[in-house]
């Protein structure tokens, strides 16, 4: 969401480039680029004044080593007010309460339901929490159906009352029901409204003193930018919510909300959403989001993906077969399956550092592996298993059978002997995931 950002803030730095040393003239020209850069991303003028006054008197009060340069300087002082700007530091969700209680709110077309489900399967695969979700939008046609398929996706169990029309009376209910049958997370769904709308306001402030959640959590779509910001406003004096969640962010967004919200409701920023995928949830750290608008990257988040992946019993098999020289196309396959599980490859490549700008311009998209993984199912098991079958006729059937061309299936096979040669040199101790990187589609 920060693409045309980060590459703003990248030709403002480079006024810097050459300079000997850091003056107040060639920080105000490059400052002044910074804060266009900013309001173009639909960050508050307010915010980005403040921001920008800040980053003058820090730089300008500086000592500039010999060794660092100018240009270098100023990315370091933007990078750490950037991370100020959105909280400082990670803020989890509070998890207290027997059982914890949870209020979801928001606009209208927030993502509130999905949202609503992806946390509940957040907090089950990664914090073992034994989770209930409470259908409480009885305005939106299907609303409740939305939220049963859900609930089916992720094997979690959802709470509704049929005929009832009362949100506040469905939530105590559920409360109560999830303490009764040993729940010990309950996230209640509540109908999108309208900041404007004083009714509905008032019914989601009645759900909130009924139940007494523990923690309240403001839905956001990213891509309303700037009103977004004043509608979590206007939200939090009525509610006081404790953290605010950012979805849509794989959409066309210039990130204002992520950069101005938390200086104006002074509240953090706990979650951010991707797509409709289920376990597209990451918990928002600042410093990893400023990594990425200066494109430095997010190796901890790629690392964490790929360890939630990672099956040591597995990879010790495949360790064992790789010394052997045992590596074959169903080890393959399976390495690709790991890869697609750790989410959308273009998002994967921007927590490389240097990769998120060389690759904006490439379609990668979740079909990128669609070609190579139909050869391999076109290939019968003995072939799969042993490679060196291979020959010119063989590799004909299978481009056939797999819909594309015997040049693709020849650079496969290519490729495939390239990366077990390389994981044959490299089963010397590494890690496998230092492998991965030879298996992304060409």
Known sequence: ???????????????????????????????????????????????????????????????????????????????????????????????????????????????KTTF???????????????????????????????????????????????????????????????????????????AGRLAIDEQMMNEIESVKKTIDPHEILFVVDSMTGQDAVNTAREFNERLDFNGVVLTKLDGDTRGGAALSIRSVVDKPIKFVSAGEKLDSLDVFHPERMADRILGMGDIVSLVEKAEEQFDQEEARKLHKRIAKNQFNFDDFLSQIQQIKKMGNLKDLAGMIPGAGKTLKNLDMDDDAFKSVEAIIHSMTPDERSNPSLLNGNRRKRIAIGSGTSIQDVNRLVKQFDQTRKMMKHMSGGKKLSQMMGSMSPK
Do not use: C, W
């Not at 307010?46 to 921001?51: D, L, N, P």
């Not at 500086?62 to 990315?75: G, W």
């Not at 939008?137 to 159906?145: K, N």
């Open 1 to 111: 969401m920060f693409e045309n950002l980060s590459d703003r803030l990248e030709r403002s730095f480079k006024l810097l480039k050459g300079q000997g040393r850091i003056s107040e003239i060639n920080v105000a020209e490059t400052l002044k680029e910074v804060r266009r850069a900013l309001l173009d991303a639909d960050v508050h003028f307010r915010i980005a004044k403040s921001f920008t006054d800040t980053v003058k008197e820090k730089a300008l009060g500086q000592k500039i080593l010999a060794s660092v340069r100018p240009n270098e300087m100023m990315v370091k002082i933007v990078h750490d007010e950037l991370v100020t700007l959105m909280g400082g530091e990670m803020e989890d969700i509070n998890l207290k309460g027997n059982p914890t209680v949870i209020l979801i709110a928001g606009l209208q077309g927030s993502g």
């Open 116 to 190: 609503s489900a992806k946390i509940a399967n957040h907090l089950k695969e990664k914090k073992g929490k034994n989770p209930l979700l409470i259908a409480g939008d009885v305005y939106r046609p299907a609303a409740i159906d939305q939220l049963k398929v859900l609930g089916e996706q992720i094997n979690v169990p959802v709470y509704t009352e049929e005929g009832n029309q009362n949100p506040v009376k469905i939530a105590k209910a559920g409360v109560k029901h999830a303490r009764n049958m040993g729940y010990n997370v309950v996230i209640v769904d509540t």
